[in-house]
T-cell receptor, first 115, second 116 residues
Framework: NAGVIQTPRHKVTGKGQEATLWCEPI?????VFWYRQTIVQGLEFLTY????????DSGMPKERFSAQMPNQSHSTLKIQSTQPQDSAVYLC?????????????FGPGTRLTVL | AQKVTQTQTSISVMEKTTVTMDCVYE???????LFWYKQTASGEIVFLIR??????ENATVGHYSLNFQKPKSSIGLIITATQIEDSAVYFC?????????????FGLGTTLQVQP
Protein backbone atom coordinates (compact mmCIF):
# COMPACT_ATOMS: atom_id res chain seq x y z
CA ASN A 1 0.00 0.00 0.00
CA ALA A 2 1.20 3.50 -0.78
CA GLY A 3 1.98 5.69 2.16
CA VAL A 4 1.17 9.36 2.45
CA ILE A 5 2.16 11.17 -0.72
CA GLN A 6 3.36 14.76 -0.72
CA THR A 7 4.17 16.91 -3.70
CA PRO A 8 6.36 18.66 -4.53
CA ARG A 9 9.25 17.29 -2.50
CA HIS A 10 11.14 20.54 -2.81
CA LYS A 11 9.88 24.02 -3.55
CA VAL A 12 11.80 27.25 -3.84
CA THR A 13 9.91 30.52 -3.86
CA GLY A 14 10.85 34.15 -3.83
CA LYS A 15 9.81 36.35 -0.97
CA GLY A 16 6.22 37.45 -1.46
CA GLN A 17 5.24 34.60 -3.77
CA GLU A 18 2.58 31.99 -3.06
CA ALA A 19 3.30 28.35 -2.30
CA THR A 20 0.81 25.48 -2.47
CA LEU A 21 1.70 22.14 -0.98
CA TRP A 22 -0.22 18.96 -1.73
CA CYS A 23 -0.92 15.88 0.33
CA GLU A 24 -2.60 12.59 -0.53
CA PRO A 25 -3.42 10.62 2.64
CA ILE A 26 -3.38 6.85 2.96
CA UNK A 27 -6.54 5.44 1.42
CA UNK A 28 -9.20 4.88 4.06
CA UNK A 29 -7.69 7.23 6.61
CA UNK A 30 -10.21 9.74 7.88
CA UNK A 31 -7.84 12.17 9.58
CA VAL A 32 -5.25 14.38 7.91
CA PHE A 33 -2.71 16.49 9.75
CA TRP A 34 -0.19 19.14 8.74
CA TYR A 35 3.00 19.76 10.72
CA ARG A 36 6.02 21.96 10.18
CA GLN A 37 9.58 21.04 11.07
CA THR A 38 12.44 23.47 11.62
CA ILE A 39 15.76 23.09 13.38
CA VAL A 40 14.85 25.68 15.99
CA GLN A 41 11.20 24.83 16.74
CA GLY A 42 11.22 21.12 15.94
CA LEU A 43 7.97 19.48 14.87
CA GLU A 44 4.98 21.77 15.27
CA PHE A 45 1.32 20.99 14.65
CA LEU A 46 -0.46 23.25 12.19
CA THR A 47 -3.93 21.90 11.42
CA TYR A 48 -6.14 18.78 11.36
CA UNK A 49 -9.08 17.56 9.27
CA UNK A 50 -11.43 14.73 10.04
CA UNK A 51 -13.61 13.38 7.24
CA UNK A 52 -12.56 16.46 5.26
CA UNK A 53 -13.91 18.89 7.87
CA UNK A 54 -11.48 21.27 9.61
CA UNK A 55 -11.35 20.35 13.29
CA UNK A 56 -8.34 22.05 14.83
CA ASP A 57 -6.29 24.83 13.25
CA SER A 58 -4.76 26.06 16.49
CA GLY A 59 -1.23 25.84 15.11
CA MET A 60 -1.81 27.75 11.92
CA PRO A 61 -0.33 31.24 11.68
CA LYS A 62 -3.36 33.51 11.48
CA GLU A 63 -2.21 35.35 8.43
CA ARG A 64 -1.06 34.00 5.08
CA PHE A 65 -1.58 30.28 5.91
CA SER A 66 -4.66 28.32 4.88
CA ALA A 67 -5.48 24.64 4.45
CA GLN A 68 -8.25 22.83 2.67
CA MET A 69 -9.41 19.31 2.12
CA PRO A 70 -11.80 19.36 -0.85
CA ASN A 71 -12.10 15.57 -1.03
CA GLN A 72 -10.99 12.50 0.89
CA SER A 73 -7.98 11.94 -1.32
CA HIS A 74 -6.15 15.21 -0.99
CA SER A 75 -5.42 18.20 1.15
CA THR A 76 -3.58 21.42 0.36
CA LEU A 77 -1.63 23.86 2.46
CA LYS A 78 -1.33 27.30 0.94
CA ILE A 79 1.06 30.00 2.07
CA GLN A 80 0.49 33.44 0.63
CA SER A 81 3.17 36.10 0.42
CA THR A 82 5.88 33.70 1.62
CA GLN A 83 8.54 35.02 3.94
CA PRO A 84 12.04 33.63 4.68
CA GLN A 85 10.83 32.49 8.12
CA ASP A 86 8.34 30.18 6.39
CA SER A 87 11.28 28.06 5.19
CA ALA A 88 10.78 24.62 6.73
CA VAL A 89 9.85 21.05 5.96
CA TYR A 90 6.08 20.74 5.83
CA LEU A 91 4.83 17.30 6.76
CA CYS A 92 1.46 15.75 6.13
CA UNK A 93 0.25 12.79 8.19
CA UNK A 94 -2.86 10.65 8.14
CA UNK A 95 -4.55 8.38 10.61
CA UNK A 96 -7.53 6.08 10.97
CA UNK A 97 -8.43 8.25 13.94
CA UNK A 98 -10.36 5.50 15.70
CA UNK A 99 -9.63 4.70 19.32
CA UNK A 100 -6.95 2.04 19.22
CA UNK A 101 -5.83 3.14 15.76
CA UNK A 102 -4.35 6.41 16.88
CA UNK A 103 -1.00 6.36 15.14
CA UNK A 104 -0.29 9.02 12.60
CA UNK A 105 1.66 8.06 9.51
CA PHE A 106 3.83 10.71 7.95
CA GLY A 107 4.60 11.57 4.37
CA PRO A 108 8.11 12.42 3.14
CA GLY A 109 7.54 16.14 3.53
CA THR A 110 7.91 19.15 1.28
CA ARG A 111 11.02 21.23 1.87
CA LEU A 112 10.06 24.85 1.29
CA THR A 113 12.83 27.37 0.80
CA VAL A 114 11.92 31.05 0.60
CA LEU A 115 14.67 33.20 -0.82
CA ALA B 1 -0.37 23.16 28.56
CA GLN B 2 1.08 19.97 27.20
CA LYS B 3 4.82 19.58 26.85
CA VAL B 4 7.27 16.85 25.94
CA THR B 5 10.92 17.01 26.95
CA GLN B 6 13.79 14.91 25.69
CA THR B 7 16.89 15.90 27.63
CA GLN B 8 19.39 13.78 25.74
CA THR B 9 20.50 15.60 22.62
CA SER B 10 22.61 12.74 21.29
CA ILE B 11 23.72 9.27 22.28
CA SER B 12 26.43 7.06 20.81
CA VAL B 13 26.48 3.32 21.43
CA MET B 14 28.25 0.28 20.09
CA GLU B 15 26.40 -2.09 17.82
CA LYS B 16 24.50 -4.96 19.50
CA THR B 17 24.22 -3.15 22.83
CA THR B 18 21.08 -1.82 24.54
CA VAL B 19 20.22 1.87 24.65
CA THR B 20 17.59 3.79 26.58
CA MET B 21 16.27 7.19 25.52
CA ASP B 22 14.48 9.35 28.04
CA CYS B 23 11.30 11.35 27.67
CA VAL B 24 9.16 13.20 30.21
CA TYR B 25 5.85 14.83 29.51
CA GLU B 26 3.35 17.23 31.03
CA UNK B 27 -0.39 17.03 30.53
CA UNK B 28 -3.62 17.79 32.34
CA UNK B 29 -5.44 15.00 30.52
CA UNK B 30 -6.28 11.94 32.59
CA UNK B 31 -5.88 9.69 29.56
CA UNK B 32 -3.44 10.09 26.72
CA UNK B 33 -1.33 8.27 24.17
CA LEU B 34 2.47 8.33 24.06
CA PHE B 35 4.39 7.57 20.90
CA TRP B 36 7.92 7.15 19.68
CA TYR B 37 8.86 7.96 16.13
CA LYS B 38 12.15 7.64 14.27
CA GLN B 39 13.41 10.05 11.60
CA THR B 40 15.96 8.56 9.26
CA ALA B 41 18.74 10.39 7.48
CA SER B 42 16.51 10.69 4.42
CA GLY B 43 13.96 12.59 6.49
CA GLU B 44 11.38 9.84 6.63
CA ILE B 45 9.42 9.78 9.91
CA VAL B 46 8.46 6.28 10.95
CA PHE B 47 6.07 5.27 13.74
CA LEU B 48 7.73 2.81 16.14
CA ILE B 49 5.65 2.11 19.22
CA ARG B 50 2.81 3.45 21.34
CA UNK B 51 1.79 3.35 25.00
CA UNK B 52 -1.76 3.96 26.18
CA UNK B 53 -1.74 5.78 29.52
CA UNK B 54 -4.42 3.52 30.99
CA UNK B 55 -2.40 0.37 30.36
CA UNK B 56 0.04 -0.74 33.03
CA GLU B 57 1.93 -3.13 30.79
CA ASN B 58 4.89 -1.69 28.93
CA ALA B 59 4.47 -1.89 25.16
CA THR B 60 6.91 -3.98 23.14
CA VAL B 61 7.34 -4.20 19.37
CA GLY B 62 10.25 -6.16 17.95
CA HIS B 63 13.45 -4.87 19.52
CA TYR B 64 11.72 -1.72 20.81
CA SER B 65 10.17 -1.59 24.25
CA LEU B 66 8.95 1.13 26.57
CA ASN B 67 9.57 1.90 30.22
CA PHE B 68 6.37 3.67 31.24
CA GLN B 69 6.49 5.27 34.68
CA LYS B 70 3.22 7.14 35.00
CA PRO B 71 3.86 8.67 38.46
CA LYS B 72 7.02 10.24 37.02
CA SER B 73 5.35 11.22 33.72
CA SER B 74 8.13 9.34 32.01
CA ILE B 75 8.19 7.16 28.90
CA GLY B 76 11.59 5.79 28.01
CA LEU B 77 12.37 3.96 24.77
CA ILE B 78 14.60 0.91 25.03
CA ILE B 79 16.27 -0.53 21.95
CA THR B 80 17.92 -3.89 22.44
CA ALA B 81 20.56 -5.43 20.18
CA THR B 82 21.09 -2.17 18.35
CA GLN B 83 22.00 -2.22 14.68
CA ILE B 84 23.78 0.31 12.49
CA GLU B 85 20.42 0.96 10.80
CA ASP B 86 19.00 2.18 14.12
CA SER B 87 21.10 5.34 13.74
CA ALA B 88 18.49 8.10 13.46
CA VAL B 89 16.74 10.86 15.38
CA TYR B 90 14.13 9.56 17.81
CA PHE B 91 11.13 11.65 18.76
CA CYS B 92 8.82 11.17 21.70
CA UNK B 93 5.28 12.48 21.20
CA UNK B 94 2.07 12.77 23.17
CA UNK B 95 -1.60 13.10 22.27
CA UNK B 96 -4.27 13.93 24.77
CA UNK B 97 -7.68 12.30 24.79
CA UNK B 98 -9.66 15.32 25.91
CA UNK B 99 -11.72 17.30 23.46
CA UNK B 100 -11.55 17.20 19.72
CA UNK B 101 -7.89 17.69 19.10
CA UNK B 102 -5.71 14.90 17.81
CA UNK B 103 -2.51 16.87 17.50
CA UNK B 104 0.79 15.34 18.48
CA UNK B 105 3.11 17.29 20.76
CA PHE B 106 6.70 16.36 20.02
CA GLY B 107 9.94 16.55 21.93
CA LEU B 108 12.99 17.97 20.19
CA GLY B 109 14.47 14.56 19.56
CA THR B 110 17.48 12.48 20.49
CA THR B 111 20.08 11.60 17.87
CA LEU B 112 21.26 8.03 18.17
CA GLN B 113 24.49 6.94 16.55
CA VAL B 114 25.24 3.23 16.52
CA GLN B 115 28.93 2.51 16.00
CA PRO B 116 30.22 -0.73 14.42
Amino acid sequence: NAGVIQTPRHKVTGKGQEATLWCEPISGHSAVFWYRQTIVQGLEFLTYFRNQAPIDDSGMPKERFSAQMPNQSHSTLKIQSTQPQDSAVYLCASSLDRGRYAEQFFGPGTRLTVL
Amino acid sequence: AQKVTQTQTSISVMEKTTVTMDCVYETQDSSYFLFWYKQTASGEIVFLIRQDSYKKENATVGHYSLNFQKPKSSIGLIITATQIEDSAVYFCAMRGLTGNTRKLIFGLGTTLQVQP
